[in-house]
Nanobody, 125 residues
């Protein structure tokens, strides 16, 4: 059974930083591209960042480019999202997801077949 478990969320002041982790089990992690998405209250889920299976390619949403960094450790079956210079508009539930579709489509949530439960990130002003 595939499990993706996010951790590292919390409450932080604007300008602060957080590191999210997503531990995967039950799948051949190094064969999957991994993504982070988020959903704010009363808003649709949106793409944040993605990293391909090897870690050699990444995409970011324009809203987080230059502030967030996605990385992975295939030996630990874990993907990370380092979030710096956080803003109140970054407040959301953050989800990690795994995709075995072509990386060209990795910004679309429809490419992801496995999802975690999410971790809450709240940024106070």
């Amino acid at each position: 059974q595939v499990q993706l478990v996010e951790s590292g969320g919390g409450l932080v002041q604007a300008g602060g930083s957080l590191r999210l982790s997503c531990a995967a089990s039950g799948l051949a992690f190094s064969r999957y591209d991994m993504g982070w998405f988020r959903q704010a209250p009363e808003k649709e889920r949106e793409f944040v960042a993605t990293i391909n299976w090897s870690g050699g390619s990444t995409y970011y949403a324009d809203s987080v480019k230059g502030r967030f960094t996605i990385s992975r450790d295939n030996a630990k079956n874990t993907v990370y999202l380092i979030m710096n210079s956080l803003k109140p508009e970054d407040t959301a539930i953050y989800y990690c997801a795994a995709s075995d579709r072509p990386f060209a489509y990795a910004r679309s949530d429809s490419s992801y077949g496995h999802w975690g439960q999410g971790t809450q990130v709240t940024v106070s002003s």
